[in-house]
T-cell receptor, first 114, second 115 residues
Framework: DAGVTQSPTHLIKTRGQQVTLRCSPISGHKSVSWYQQVLGQGPQFIFQYYEKEERGRGNFPDRFSARQFPNYSSELNVNALLLGDSALYLC?????????????FGPGTRLTVT | DQQVKQNSPSLSVQEGRISILNCDYTNSMFDYFLWYKKYPAEGPTFLISISSIKDKNEDGRFTVFLNKSAKHLSLHIVPSQPGDSAVYFCAARGAGGTSYGKLTFGQGTILTVHP
């Protein structure tokens, strides 16, 4: 089975622009979560979606939004980009929104804001 | 407020010896603790987890110990291999409310296993 896939791999944007990152979960997984990892730190939780509904939101501004589609794929949108948004954005999928289900991560999208 | 902490930024171990990676947490509202390994340019790879009601879980060369009274967990790798060299993250999963299912990660520990 294919793992979690993310696109694009790398992205360079200018301050003030908007960006959309995409994620396809492992087949059969209905939960998708998004994390931001800046250099030297662990991933930080942004959003969790399960069955197309938002189940959790981390401490990120409203410039960050996400959605999950009927096929369980997901998009993360960031508006009005700031230099501090430069990071690796990770998507993780799990079989369900909770319970003893481990989250499996994709390779990430490296976003650079100049 | 860092709820999950890995106080050792790096660890160096000889091949064949034991690697012990440590993690502390401050919040009791976690139901599972997980360890992930990360290579450069890749996403974190799940290694092993432990329920908050257990004190030990073993999978091959990897064993995780949980000390709830000390709010401390550790990952033991025996024997260590050069291929184990990577960044290791511990993570804690929220048990309820708006934190249900959310993973809170530590800062990571760079493990280097020398041949």
């Amino acid at each position: 089975d294919a793992g979690v896939t993310q696109s694009p791999t790398h992205l360079i944007k200018t301050r003030g622009q908007q960006v959309t990152l995409r994620c396809s979960p492992i087949s059969g997984h209905k939960s998708v979560s998004w994390y931001q990892q800046v250099l030297g730190q662990g991933p930080q939780f942004i959003f969790q979606y399960y069955e197309k509904e938002e189940r959790g939101r981390g401490n990120f501004p409203d410039r960050f939004s996400a959605r999950q589609f009927p096929n369980y794929s997901s998009e993360l949108n960031v508006n009005a980009l700031l230099l501090g948004d430069s990071a690796l954005y990770l998507c993780a999928s799990a079989r369900a929104g909770g319970g003893p289900y481990e989250q499996y991560f994709g390779p990430g999208t490296r976003l650079t804001v100049t | 407020d860092q709820q999950v902490k890995q106080n050792s930024p790096s660890l160096s171990v000889q091949e064949g010896r034991i690697s012990i990676l440590n993690c502390d947490y401050t919040n009791s509202m976690f139901d599972y603790f997980l360890w992930y390994k990360k290579y450069p340019a890749e996403g974190p790879t799940f290694l092993i987890s432990i329920s908050s009601i257990k004190d030990k879980n073993e999978d091959g060369r990897f064993t995780v110990f949980l000390n709830k009274s000390a709010k401390h967990l550790s990952l033991h790798i025996v024997p260590s291999q050069p291929g184990d060299s990577a960044v290791y993250f511990c993570a804690a999963r929220g048990a309820g409310g708006t934190s249900y299912g959310k993973l809170t990660f530590g800062q990571g520990t760079i493990l280097t296993v020398h041949p």
